[in-house]
T-cell receptor, first 115, second 113 residues
Framework: GAVVSQHPSWVICKSGTSVKIECRSLDFQATTMFWYRQFPKQSLMLMATSNEGSKATYEQGVEKDKFLINHASLTLSTLTVTSAHPEDSSFYIC???????????FGSGTRLTVV | AQSVTQPDIHITVSEGASLELRCNYSYGATPYLFWYVQSPGQGLQLLLKYFSGDTLVQGIKGFEAEFKRSQSSFNLRKPSVHWSDAAEYFCAASAGGNEKLTFGTGTRLTIIP
C-alpha cells in the first residue's frame, strides 16, 4: 500500500534556529501534499497545501515566511520552521495524495520541541 | 462553511461491548467521508472511507460506518471492542479527490476491563 515516510520523528532545537521536516512518498507519486499541526489532545489543523512544482497555499493565519514549504518533486515535500520559538512546539503531520484519487496517506508525524 | 462535528470528546466502553462514535458534517454537497484512528504520538491510520454507493461501509479492524444523508451523519461502529481499540478517533471530510481534509475534533476512546 501507499507509504509516506516522515522524519525526523522527533526533534529538539534551540529557540531562534530552523528545523526541516521531510515527507517522502515511497511507492507513489504525491501530486498534492498537506501539512498539519496538532496540539496536545486537539485535532489536526491544516497549515498549507502544496502541489509539486507550485507554491504552497497557506491557510489563513499561518505565517508563510515562518513555515516554508517546498514540494520540488513528486516524492518529496519539506516543511522548514524558521527562527523557531517555544510556541512553535507541536506535532506536525504530513499527508499525501496521488496513489489513490480518493485516498490520503499520512506520515507518522514529527514532535518538535523548541527550548 | 464546511465543518465536521464529533459531539463526544471522550467515550468509555467496557471490553467486549459495542461501540458507536458519532460524526456529523456540514458541506454544500455530499463530501467524501473518512474515519481515522490515532495512537498517542503516532500518525493517522485510515479505518474506512465513503464516496458513493452502499451506505454501509466496512473497514479494517472490524469497524464499519453508515452514511445517512438525511442526518448528515457518518457514524462509526464496532460490535465488540478490544482493549487495543483504545485511541483517538477522527472523522474527516473533503470536497473531492486531492482536496483538503477537514477534521472533527476527535473522540478519545477508553476501554475498561
Amino acid at each position: 500500500g501507499a507509504v509516506v515516510s516522515q522524519h525526523p520523528s522527533w526533534v529538539i532545537c534551540k529557540s531562534g534556529t530552523s528545523v526541516k521536516i521531510e515527507c517522502r512518498s515511497l511507492d507513489f507519486q504525491a501530486t498534492t501534499m498537506f501539512w498539519y499541526r496538532q496540539f496536545p489532545k486537539q485535532s489536526l489543523m491544516l497549515m498549507a497545501t502544496s502541489n509539486e512544482g507550485s507554491k504552497a497555499t497557506y491557510e489563513q493565519g499561518v505565517e508563510k515566511d515562518k513555515f516554508l514549504i517546498n514540494h520540488a518533486s513528486l516524492t518529496l515535500s519539506t516543511l522548514t520552521v524558521t527562527s523557531a520559538h517555544p510556541e512553535d512546539s507541536s506535532f506536525y503531520i504530513c499527508s499525501a495524495t496521488g496513489q489513490d484519487p480518493y485516498g490520503y496517506t499520512f506520515g507518522s508525524g514529527t514532535r518538535l520541541t523548541v527550548v | 462553511a464546511q465543518s465536521v462535528t464529533q459531539p463526544d470528546i471522550h467515550i468509555t466502553v467496557s471490553e467486549g461491548a459495542s461501540l458507536e462514535l458519532r460524526c456529523n458534517y456540514s458541506y454544500g454537497a455530499t463530501p467524501y467521508l473518512f474515519w481515522y484512528v490515532q495512537s498517542p504520538g503516532q500518525g493517522l491510520q485510515l479505518l474506512l472511507k465513503y464516496f458513493s454507493g452502499d451506505t454501509l461501509v466496512q473497514g479494517i479492524k472490524g469497524f464499519e460506518a453508515e452514511f445517512k444523508r438525511s442526518q448528515s451523519s457518518f457514524n462509526l461502529r464496532k460490535p465488540s471492542v478490544h482493549w487495543s481499540d483504545a485511541a483517538e478517533y477522527f472523522c474527516a471530510a473533503s470536497a473531492g479527490g486531492n482536496e483538503k481534509l477537514t477534521f472533527g475534533t476527535g473522540t478519545r476512546l477508553t476501554i475498561i476491563p
